[in-house]
């Protein structure tokens, strides 16, 4: 099994739609980030939290929210999906140093 | 905005020649680190260079920081179809938490 999951790994959703994406991790880290990609703009940080109740808005959080259900879970919801949200989406997790990155394989989504 | 920025944008060579790529930033770091990424995947950890490193290596990669430029370089030696990929660096702009340039992107022919 992969060290961080991402769920699901394409999705198509309609304008207006509400969408989580799940992340899990198995490398016990206390740190977990939610990152956008985008062409050209290389990743954004949207989310990121440093423990259960620990969560913080990045540079570009409008418009998504996140929950972190335990240690190794942290979703990213988009409450109402909208065309430019059409995107490539990464979870990461790391250490307390932040030493390395571990990354999930990505969530590719399209808002049509 | 983004703390990085690499270049060039893109990059191409033959099966055997190395690859440089530059990345420089604007803020104060602890430190600088570079990922791969193969098309569309996520990204991996290649290596992580301290502030006060100057150099370092691991396998076929080196690279170098210079604190007083704002600046890093990645160099692949003897570069294989394999690493055809972007390579992204990253600054810890606040402690722990990474900014990402829009990465370089290597193509290596045969």
């Known amino acids: 099994d992969a060290d961080v999951t991402q769920t699901p790994r394409n999705r198509i959703t309609k304008t207006g739609k509400r969408i989580m994406l799940e992340c899990s991790q198995t490398?016990?880290?206390?740190?977990m980030y939610w990152y956008r990609q985008d062409p050209g703009l290389g990743l954004r940080l949207i989310y990121y939290?440093?423990?259960?109740?620990?969560?913080n808005k990045g540079e570009i959080s409008d418009g998504y929210s996140v929950s972190r259900q335990a240690q190794a879970k942290f979703s990213l919801s988009l409450e109402s999906a909208i065309p430019n949200q059409t995107a490539l989406y990464f979870c990461?997790?790391?250490?307390?140093?932040?030493?390395?990155?571990?990354f999930g394989s990505g969530t590719r989504l399209t808002v049509v | 905005s983004q703390q990085g920025e690499e270049d060039p944008q893109a990059l191409s060579i033959q099966e055997g020649e190395n690859a440089t790529m530059n990345c420089s930033y604007k803020?104060?770091?602890?430190?600088l680190q570079w990922y791969r990424q193969n098309s569309g995947r996520g990204l991996v950890h290649l290596i992580l260079?301290?502030?006060?490193?100057r150099e370092k290596h691991s396998g076929r990669l080196r690279v170098t920081l210079d604190t007083s430029k704002k600046s890093s370089s990645l160099l692949i030696t003897a570069s294989r179809a394999a690493d055809t990929a972007s390579y992204f660096c990253?600054?810890?702009?606040?402690?722990?938490?990474?900014?990402f340039g829009a990465g370089t992107t290597v193509t290596v022919r045969a």
């Open positions: 990461a997790t790391s250490d307390f140093r932040g030493y390395g990155y571990t």
């Open positions: 490398k016990g880290h206390d740190r």
């Open positions: 803020t104060s770091i602890n430190n």
């Open positions: 260079i301290r502030s006060n490193e």
């Open positions: 990253a600054t810890d702009i606040l402690p722990y938490k990474l900014s």
């Open positions: 939290s440093f423990d259960v109740k620990d969560i």
